[in-house]
């Protein structure tokens, strides 16, 4: 299983991204696929998840903003965000779990600074 993030960067407050996760390994259809982040000197936070069946966002700073998507066609899991705050700067990950363990992206920074 391998989970290859990109769309990372630097972006100025109130700015937009999109990031993007593509797996290989997985029946990508059926897979329950999440973006994580990670602040500098905080602990790793569930962002949002998405499943064949529904999407949930865990952070309420988020809601509104943040947007996970699925294009099952090429196995991707995108992250868009909006409205973009200096609170967001962090290294985002991609994540599934199949068949017991726990599989991670590589991380991709956003910075939103001015």
């Known amino acids: 299983v391998q989970l290859q993030a990109s769309g990372g960067g630097l972006v100025q407050p109130g700015g937009s991204l999109r990031l993007s996760c593509t797996a290989s390994?997985?029946?990508?259809?059926?897979?329950?696929m999440a973006w994580y982040r990670q602040a500098p000197g905080k602990q790793r936070e569930l962002v949002t998840r998405?499943?064949?069946?529904?999407?949930?966002t865990h952070i309420d700073s988020v809601k509104g903003r943040f947007t996970i998507s699925r294009d099952n066609a090429r196995n991707t899991v995108h992250l868009r965000m909006n409205s973009l705050r200096p609170e967001d700067t962090a290294s985002y990950y991609c994540?599934?779990?199949?068949?017991?363990?726990?599989?991670w992206g590589q991380g991709t920074l956003v910075t939103v600074s001015s």
């Open positions: 994540y599934t779990r199949c068949r017991g363990n726990d599989y």
């Open positions: 390994g997985i029946n990508f259809r059926i897979a329950a």
């Open positions: 998405s499943t064949s069946s529904e999407t949930t």
